[in-house]
């Protein structure tokens, strides 16, 4: 079983994963592999911090997309295909469908590359379920701002970017069966539970 999270920046999609984990562990005594994009391998972290490193102003769109999808193709060849195969549940916040949100609808490179370069990444190994968590910009910058934290080099994009990156994904949403847009304004608990109740369905 291979789920994703998705949205926007400060959407609440980290605290999900966080509960899923749980319910899988605790409730259903399954293992669960728990993965963070960019990240989750050595090489993949380091890729990383090159990709989140604010000092860095001067980074092609074109550069940026082949980091990420290096990042990613490192993590699914090393840990998320091998855990599958063990038959463990493999849940990543973020996967490619963020490559398509930001690097295609955000930055502007055409889907038609967007989508060769993620299915090279990936190799076939598709989330069975994504869950797209919508919050608006307004509540977005609000709980940044709560938050205090330092901006990384795609947290400083402008608003216009973040406002195509939602609109993208509200996109993407629509395409596939696999997707499950959820209101981020609800509370935490009505979230989960949202979320539980599509994995029981589906599984
Ligand atoms: P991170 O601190 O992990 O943010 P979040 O907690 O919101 O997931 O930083 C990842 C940033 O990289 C985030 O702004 C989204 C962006 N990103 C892309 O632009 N393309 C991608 O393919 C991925 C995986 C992330």
Request: net charge neutral; glycine share 8%; with cysteine.
């Amino acid at each position: 079983m291979f789920i994703t999270f998705e949205g926007i920046d400060h959407c609440g999609k980290s605290t999900q994963v966080k509960l899923l984990e749980n319910y899988f562990i605790n409730e259903k005594g399954l293992d669960v592999i728990n993965i963070r994009e960019p990240g989750g391998t050595g090489i993949s972290e380091k890729i990383r911090t090159i990709l989140l490193d604010k000092k860095i102003s001067d980074m092609k769109i074109e550069t940026e997309i082949l980091l990420f999808s290096a990042s990613r193709a490192q993590l699914v060849r090393e840990v998320i295909k091998p855990g599958l195969e063990q038959g463990k549940v493999v849940i990543s916040d973020r996967f490619h469908d963020s490559t398509t949100a930001y690097q295609g609808y955000g930055r502007g490179i055409p889907l038609e590359y967007i989508n060769t370069i993620n299915s090279f990444a990936i190799a076939g190994c598709v989330p069975d379920i994504t869950f797209i968590i919508d919050i608006d910009l307004e509540t977005a910058e609000e709980r940044k701002k709560s938050k205090n934290s330092v901006p990384d080099r795609m947290e400083i994009a402008g608003r216009e970017f973040f406002e195509r990156v939602r609109n993208g994904y509200r996109e993407i949403a629509r395409t596939h069966k696999r997707f499950v847009l959820i209101d981020g304004k609800d509370e935490i608990g009505i979230i989960k539970n949202r979320i539980i109740e599509e994995v029981k369905k589906r599984f």
